[in-house]
């Protein structure tokens, strides 16, 4: 089960762009497709967060318009897979300290280990914000105002409809983004969760 948003992007990785990744990673083409679907959340539902706050969306809005806009997802792909694409760079925008938690959390949930799951995150970052700006720009490419505000709502809607599904996704993307606020989720939490988030999908 995954959120309107991933779910979307997911369809258009869909073929050359997945396998493409698997190549990458030295992974099945099953095995990409199942960390693909637990990245996509934890990315956009993380986006959500940020722009929650009104600098936090005029500063994802701005980045999208000046660096973004107009990008293909075969390009950015060809790109990251080059070297280039600042994948690193995004992360740490998108994440702040909690990157490596991220990506320790996700090749946990998922059984790629860390540094898979951290190449995985930082061939999707670029790719997510290229939709993205596809998706508010693009004329007819989406029902919300191409405003600041207009993409806070529609993030915002994804991580609601992420920490609802819960599961897999939601689950790790609650631990990442330490939804109790108290700034000390580390691995120890993810692993904590057991079912919730090892178990989800085994």
Known sequence: MTTPLSNDLLSQLQGQPLAQMSNQLGLSPAQTQDAVTTALPLLLG?????????????????????????????????????GGGQGGQILEHIFGARHDTAAQGLGTATGLGGSQANTLLKILAPIVLAYLANRMFSQGASTAPATPQGLGNVLGQEREAIQQQGGLGGGLLGSVLDQDGDGQVGLGDLLKMGGGLLGGKR
């Open 46 to 82: 993380a986006l959500g967060r940020n722009a929650s706050q009104p600098q936090g969306a005029e500063a994802l809005f701005g980045a999208l318009q000046k660096d973004h806009a107009g990008l293909d997802i075969g390009s950015v792909l060809g790109a990251v897979m080059g």
